[in-house]
């Protein structure tokens, strides 16, 4: 297993010469802690390919399709069997607490569906908090031991184009499509002082997306357990952070930074205009009447 962290490479491969001072210039693609920003033309693909695939990894990915939100499972899961890590073994977590509803989809092989029944929750602050817990939960019982890397997403989403190996890291967070060209004091962190998931003002490096995290099994354990814990310990003390689970990853991904991390073309949103730095959308969040799916 620890043998992933080596970039192996194969001999007799052919790829172009990496650049010194050329490459993308309207975009970093670096942070000052030395991670990278993952960005269309900062990677080659054939070279990621070759060096991931004999790694013979095996990713998870969490959904939760709890309600009305069943509705986007299909399209979710048959735009990724085109799109996202093809040809590595990805197995698809899906919570629902509609278990007969899931869709059946044509899987390439190495690809699964596991299916885990979770209690229908009314509130939606609940449903988003709760993710924390139930993926702490999964790992602890099951992926562990079957899963390497493990991608945290929402199913209201669409892939479009590839989404592959390069996004794998150790901890990984996604840049929000709203806020990557706003400064810090823009950010919708959680300013109260009495909230565990409190950022004070003059700190934070980007905003990420609560529907978008991952990368090694065991360190989005930590991550899950943490925020967990900090939900917990908020709702103790009567205080709810102002985005829920995504203010406590924030919270998180500040004090214990990202090895990887990936530009908004990994989850972009149809409701904003593509801006000049987007070459390709890999995934985004779709049009929802939001009124409508959130109703009971
Ligand atoms: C129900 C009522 C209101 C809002 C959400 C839900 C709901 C969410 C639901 O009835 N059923 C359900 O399965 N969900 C799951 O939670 C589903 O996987 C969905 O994609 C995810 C997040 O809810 P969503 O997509 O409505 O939230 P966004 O895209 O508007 O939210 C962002 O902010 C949230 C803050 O709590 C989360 O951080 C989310 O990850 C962000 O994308
Ligand atoms: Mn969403």
């Not at 399209?75 to 590595?88: P, Q, S, Y």
């Not at 997403?153 to 499509?177: C, M, N, S, Y």
């Not at 967990?228 to 709810?240: Q, R, S, T, W, Y």
Request: hydrophobic letters at 35%.
């Amino acid at each position: 297993r620890d043998r992933n962290c080596d970039l192996d490479s194969p001999k007799g491969l052919l790829y172009k010469q990496p650049g010194i001072t050329l490459g993308r210039c309207d975009v970093v693609a670096v942070t000052p802690w030395s991670a990278p920003i993952v960005w269309e033309e900062t990677f080659d693909p054939v070279l990621v390919d070759a060096i991931y695939k004999p790694k013979n990894l095996t990713i998870a990915t969490t959904v939760f399709a709890i309600g009305k939100y069943i509705r986007f499972l299909r399209d979710f899961l048959e735009t990724a069997e085109k799109h996202f890590m093809v040809d590595f073994k990805v197995h698809y977590h899906i919570f629902t607490d509609q278990p007969q509803e899931v869709p059946s989809v044509n899987l390439a092989a190495g690809r699964k569906i596991f299916v885990h029944q979770v209690p229908k929750l009314n509130r939606w602050q609940d449903i988003s908090a709760s993710r924390m817990q139930m993926i702490q939960t999964i790992i602890e019982e099951q992926l562990h031991r079957e899963a390497d890397y493990i991608y945290c997403q929402d199913v209201d989403a669409k892939f479009h184009f590839r989404w592959g190996a390069e996004t794998l890291d150790r901890l990984v967070g996604q840049i929000h499509p709203w806020f990557y060209d706003l400064s810090r004091d823009q950010f919708t962190y959680e300013r109260r002082p009495e909230s565990t998931a409190y950022i004070p003002p003059g700190e934070g490096d980007f905003y990420y997306i609560g529907a978008m995290f991952g990368g090694r099994v065991e360190e989005v354990y930590k991550l899950v357990k943490r925020c967990h814990e900090n939900l917990e310990a908020d709702k103790a003390n009567g205080i709810e952070a102002a985005w829920q689970e995504e203010s406590h990853l924030n919270w998180y991904l500040l004090y214990n930074k990202p090895s990887k991390i990936l530009s908004p073309e990994y989850l972009w949103d149809d409701k904003r205009d593509k801006t000049n730095v987007m070459k390709v959308v890999r995934l985004s969040h779709i049009l929802k009447n939001y009124a409508e799916v959130r109703e009971n």
